[in-house]
């Protein structure tokens, strides 16, 4: 959905992608964004013409290439690395292993706070879209778990699963709520409709749109990208 191409989170080394740096791909990578820079998206030349067109052109320039110029290259790769945030599903397991261990070290954190200052709370940590990964966290003090069993009348972990549910669902956004998966499947559609028709002078067949590798298949292939 186009939810799950602008959703991103956890700026954490965890989810880096950490493959060793190719020359000639940091090398063409340059060249092909300096010969689409000014052109708006959808104008821009795909990656595989680009190399096609110009290939001859391109051996000889990357052959003729230093050391240090080949090193550059791959520095403005590593810069991109290290100042991108990548998509949650690039690795699921990771985020979740990430976001319970800044819980763990949040509770260890609130816990000392009240015995060393007496506040009681709670607190309560649910995703916010169906397509988020991490289950609902939670933190209550003694008294604050005791006010939420005895005058809400439901236990902590419930009160969480109602939130999330609330929350994933959009219920109370709009008057007359269609079901979240017919929006997915409506974004999808609308997203296919927009790239066919981009696309449409570019390449003679059918191109799907591709989520699990966006910015690979999509992006970089056909220069094309989502914005909204």
């Not at 990357?62 to 550059?72: C, I, R, S, V």
């Amino acid at each position: 959905s186009l939810k799950w191409t602008r959703v991103q989170l956890l700026k954490s080394q965890n989810l880096r992608d950490r493959r060793r740096i190719n020359s000639w791909n940091a090398f063409i990578r340059a060249k092909l964004r300096k010969a689409n820079a000014g052109h708006d998206r959808g104008d821009r030349v795909i990656l595989t013409q680009f190399v096609a067109r110009n290939k001859d052109d391109l051996r000889v320039a990357y052959k003729n290439l230093t050391p240090a110029q080949q090193e550059a290259y791959n520095a403005e790769v590593r810069v991109a690395r290290d100042t991108k945030v990548m998509v949650v599903r690039s690795n699921p397991k990771a985020v979740s292993h990430t976001v319970s261990a800044a819980f763990a070290n949040m509770d260890r954190e609130w816990t000392a706070l009240c015995a060393q200052t007496g506040l009681e709370g709670f607190y309560i940590a649910i995703r916010g879209t169906v397509e988020d990964l991490p289950e609902p966290k939670v933190f209550f003090t003694q008294k604050a778990e005791n006010f939420v069993r005895t005058v809400l009348d439901i236990e902590p972990h419930r009160l969480a699963l109602r939130l999330e549910s609330w929350v994933v669902s959009g219920l109370g956004m709009t008057k007359h709520q269609r079901p979240l998966n017919k929006l997915i499947s409506e974004c999808r559609a609308l997203i296919q409709e927009e790239l066919d028709y981009i696309l449409t002078k570019k390449v003679s067949t059918n191109v799907k749109m591709n989520y699990t590798n966006y910015e690979r298949r999509i992006v970089e292939r056909y220069g094309v990208m989502l914005t909204g």
